[in-house]
């Protein structure tokens, strides 16, 4: 892995700490193997803090929360240009790696965004009739029609769900949208060039108007659900199943640990929180049961 295309970055904020502890330390391990950058970035760190995030870099904005988590892109634009590498891996405190990322098919995508100049990797998968990148899948060692091209009226094109950026492209993009909330980025309703914004999203996911919406000039992909490894969500496949790149699972929801997200995030949860003696007890953790 060229350590000087990617780094991993993970956001957090002053109140998920213990949080990102925790997240820390399963990135740490399961990316042993890769040579990369590793940040944490959070609109603050105290002075006093005694948490270890082990190999992270911190990154400490000195931005104060705001309602609605409208502190986000400002935070993330004080990361971002921080980060010295042409992309970056984003990822939320909260979203847990859960098995160790594949070395090689990392490589491949980053060699993949070089080649056919692609701005946004989403790495979900989706399972929508849109049109298929034509591109020379041999190069890459990978079956035919692996990666989608976005339909841009989507909701969930962009979201706070793990990809990857061209980090120049995501500065770019969080310029204009300094004062964009947690809900509005993880439903896509960003301003463009021009600050305009676009109308609800139909029942479908679809903003019901687009009309050449998107005037950055951006390249916005994700992987193809026909084939089985590809990511989508840990609760929709065996716990022992193939995987593309890595598997992660969201273990808080609503500022709670996640005991209803899912058969398989349940299990998961139990076991972790069990195994590091993570209980209402402890006072670290309490106020996220």
């Known amino acids: 892995m060229n350590s000087d295309k990617l780094s991993l970055l993970i956001y957090t904020n002053e109140t998920f700490l213990p949080i990102a502890e925790?997240?820390?330390?399963?990135?740490?391990?399961?990316?042993?193997?890769?040579?990369?950058?590793?940040?944490?970035?959070?609109?603050?760190?105290?002075e006093n803090d005694l948490l270890n995030y082990n190999n992270?870099?911190?990154i400490?904005?000195?931005?104060?929360?705001?309602?609605e988590g409208r502190h986000f892109a400002k935070v993330l634009i004080k990361a971002l240009k921080k980060i010295d590498t042409e992309f970056v891996l984003f990822t939320l405190d909260d979203l847990f790696i859960i098995n160790y990322i594949k070395k090689n098919n990392l490589q491949l995508l980053i060699n993949f965004m070089v080649n056919?100049?692609?701005?946004?990797?989403s790495l979900m998968s989706y399972g929508h009739n849109w049109d298929v990148m034509n591109i020379n899948y041999k190069e890459y060692?990978?079956?035919?029609?692996?990666?989608?091209?976005f339909n841009t009226s989507y909701c969930h094109m962009i979201t706070l769900q793990p990809m990857i950026w061209k980090t120049s492209s995501f500065i770019e993009l969080l310029n204009y949208n300094l004062n964009i909330s947690l809900k509005e980025f993880d439903t896509s309703n960003f301003k463009n060039k021009k600050g305009?914004?676009?109308?609800?999203?139909?029942?479908?996911?679809?903003?019901?108007?687009?009309?050449?919406?998107?005037?950055?000039?951006?390249?916005?992909?994700?992987?193809?659900r026909f084939y089985e490894n590809t990511p989508y969500s840990f609760d929709d496949r065996p716990l022992d199943g193939d995987y593309f790149l890595f598997l992660w699972t969201e273990v808080i929801a609503g500022g709670k640990f996640n005991f209803n997200r899912g058969h398989n995030c349940k299990i998961y949860l139990?076991?972790?929180l069990q195994e590091k003696n993570i209980n209402r007890n402890n006072k670290l953790y309490?106020?996220?049961f």
């Open 286 to 288: 309490q106020n996220f």
């Open 141 to 149: 060692g990978i079956p035919d029609n692996y990666f989608l091209n």
């Open 56 to 58: 992270f870099i911190k």
């Open 270 to 272: 139990e076991k972790y």
């Open 116 to 121: 056919e100049n692609v701005d946004h990797l």
């Open 60 to 67: 400490n904005s000195e931005i104060p929360l705001e309602n």
């Open 196 to 224: 305009e914004n676009r109308s609800g999203f139909s029942s479908y996911g679809y903003y019901e108007i687009d009309n050449n919406f998107w005037d950055f000039g951006f390249k916005h992909c994700c992987f193809n």
């Open 22 to 46: 925790l997240s820390t330390f399963e990135y740490d391990k399961y990316f042993s193997d890769i040579d990369i950058k590793k940040y944490l970035v959070s609109n603050n760190f105290p």
